[in-house]
Each structure stands twice: as structure tokens, then as C-alpha cells.
DNA sequence: TTAATATGTTCACCAAATATTCAAAATACT
DNA sequence: AGTATTTTGAATATTTGGTGAACATATTAA
């Protein structure tokens, strides 16, 4: 739904940005330092958000967001930076960067996507609604509650993170692993078996629905419309 | 309900303004420096409110309302100024400048809303009820109280502007950012604990509508009407 | 059928989020 | 300036949720 670059000299985390990005329908650009993602830029006219890492070898994210700003063309360039600690999110404070959002490494992917959308709505960029309905199951992310037949069924934070994470990637079969990275952030080494654990109890509040959340054995699980 | 200029340098300022006003019904006008402000307000008929920031390039806000004040078919135009230091406040009231209002910055977004309706409302612009009643809960943005069973329920500043901002927000989770962005204003970076400790307040004051004040785990608040 | 492996289920302990209280700091009022 | 009020975030209490071990059950392979 809209191109975007994502400069970070860790392959790892440019590929997990990228990968989730790309699964919501954006065309990703990728850059290791802050003079390549320059140079996409200027080269790309059509580049229509830019993710950046602070700390990058050759320019700094705040030495690239700067020169975006300075442009004429780019100027109004939406820009989300990535920060590794607190002393950076100080400093983006109090320099008044210009910066439109921020987001603290480590970071969940899922938490990326949805400022990312909300980003790019309020550059008018995009027009999916929040809510969704499967028959009687109602997914309501601006109320932040998931309805069956009209009732709040009160899942606890995970088990929502999990739901909206199954609803973005319905008809895919996602591992243990992937969820794991999903919903609890690239960094979390936690066990896998935890995951069945929350499933297990996302499927009872489902109700009728918990057999929609489909095990796809020796591989992971499936959420089917 | 009515066309609105925002004339500011920073694109950060400008999506602000133009976000929450657009909230409010209004269709949002945006200009980069003073020139393109008078462009825009002498193209477009049917501007009728301009919020300009004092510091801008090519011409400055001063600059911008004179122009407005000359020409014949502006000159009763409503405006509203942006400063960012007291010593323009001063110069603007020094010089008579001729401004309807003016807002210092940082400034709390919600009090720009309330600002601008109310010079809409002079100007006679508007016309949407300032008066919710829920219940026998009361929300009078006119006579800027709240009254529970016919009484003044007595909030502070801070827990009125809450109230507001959870008024125009019902139905929708909030997280504790959104709510100090909005309330206590968009450079504000203070604790996030320090909303939940207005929450509490709110809801004693608000008694048995304390509850409609509802908690969102893992994520924030909620409004229900 | 049996063994091996994977998933389902339960539960007690631990972690995290929120509620509440409070006193210092800031602000407004006189 | 002095007083009263409001705001704030640290400290503490309470509530709620997350976690993975342990055991049960199901599936698959041999």
C-alpha cells in the first residue's frame, strides 16, 4: 500500500521490519547506513515513509532525518525512528528533531506495524478499516476488545496481541517460532511451548471460534476465516 | 463545519493542528511559510478562520494578518496566532496586531480545539451543542463544568480537559500516550503513571460514572458513554 | 501394539500492570 | 510575599496476567 524505507546497518533487523511490512502489502526499500538511505531517497521519488535507525555508520539517523527535512521535496517525508536506549529518546526530545514517531529498541514487530498504519493514515495514505468482522466474531481494534455476538469475551494483552496477529496473517501457517517473534518481540527467548499455552485459552474465550484457530501439526498454527 | 488555514513552518505543528481540528469536523488547510498562507487564503473564498505562526519564512505572521487586514474581503477574518516565546506575546499586544486570539506554544492540543470553536462561535460559524448529557452526568463546555445530579462536581483544570478529551473520544481505547499528548500537550514527557493517577481522581469525582471511565489492560482507557 | 513425538491442559509461582497514597514541587490566587 | 490549590511522580499495595513445568492425551512411525 505504500513504499517504504527501512535504513539499519543490522541485517536482522532490517529483514524482520521488512518481512512484517511487506506482509501488510508495502514495498520495502532497505538500507545499511544513513548515506545509502540518502541516497534511495533522493533516487526514489515515490518513497513514502522512512524508518531509521539512530545509530548507523557514515550518517546518523538523526543526521539523515535532517537532511530530509531540509529539502524542499522531502521535507514533509513522514519519519519513524528506531532508538536503542533511553538517552537517544531524550535526545530526540530535546532537539526537537522533527521526527513523527519513535520506537525503542527492543522492539514487537506488531507494535512497528501499527504505528506504521497509523502513520500513514494520518498522511492519508491509507484507507483499511480497523475492524473487522467474521461472522458472529467482531475484531474491533479501535475499541482494542475482540466481540462474540456483540459480547466483550475480555482477552488479556496477549492473548489480543496474538488474536490481531492471527487476523493479519488469516489462511497462513505461522510456527511457534514466528508467533513467538511476532507477538513477544524479536528478542524474547522464552519457551515455545508457551505459545500452546495461550492458545489453548484464546481458543476457550473463542467459543465456537476456537476451532478456527486450526493446529497445523509439527509446524506451528493456522487462523482460518 | 468550517475551513480552517493552519500556516506553521514545521510539518510536526502543522499535522497536529490539522489532525485534531480535523477531528472536529473541519476541512484543514495547510501552508509552509507566510507567502503561501496569503496565496491560499486569497485563492480559496471560503476560508473562515486563518491560525498563523508568528516565526515563518518568506513572510512572518505579522506580515500575514496585515496583509489579511488590508485587503477588504479578508479584513473581518478570524484569526489566531502561534508564538513561541513571551516576548511575541508582548509585540502582539503591544502592536494591537489586530489578532482575534492567539495561543502560545507548546500548547495543549485540545486547548487550540476549545479556542478555535469558541472564535468560530463568535464569528458565528459553528453551531454544534456544547452540552453532552449522559445520564445524569453533564458535560458543559459553556459554562466549562461538569455536574453530576445538577451538581458542580468541582474538577481541576487537568481532570476537565481529561473529561473533554475522553468525551470526544468515547467508545475508542486510548493508550497513556495518546492521553498526555493530547492533554498535557504534544512536548510534554512526563510519566505516564502520572495519567493513572488523574484517572483516579476523575472517577472518584465522577461517582458512580467513575466506572464508565474503563481501564484497557496492557494498553490504557476507555471512555464508555 | 508399542514407542516416540507432538500437542492439549492444568496449575502454582513469578512478573508485570494498575491502583492508591502521599509528599514535594509547581502553579495560581490574594 | 504568603497561602491555597493543583500537579506530579515516587513509593507501596493490589490486582491481573504470563510462564513453563508436569502430566494427559493424541498422533504418527515402526
Redesign the interface.
Known sequence: MAVILIADDEVRIRRLVADFLKRDGHTMLEASNGEEAIRLIEEHGEIELAILDVMMPEQDGFSVLRHI?EQELT??LPVMMLTARAEELDQL?GL?S?A?DYVTKPFSPLVLCARVKNLLL?AGKSEDSNAHKFGELDIDE????VRLNGEDIGL???E?ELMIYFKNNRGIALSREKILNAVWGYDYFGDLRTVDTHIKKLRAKLGEYGSKIETVRGYGYRFEV
Request: no cysteine.
Open positions: 527535512r521535507a514533509k526530545h526537537q522533527g513523527d494520518r479501535i475499541r482494542h476488545e488479556t494483552p496477549k489480543y
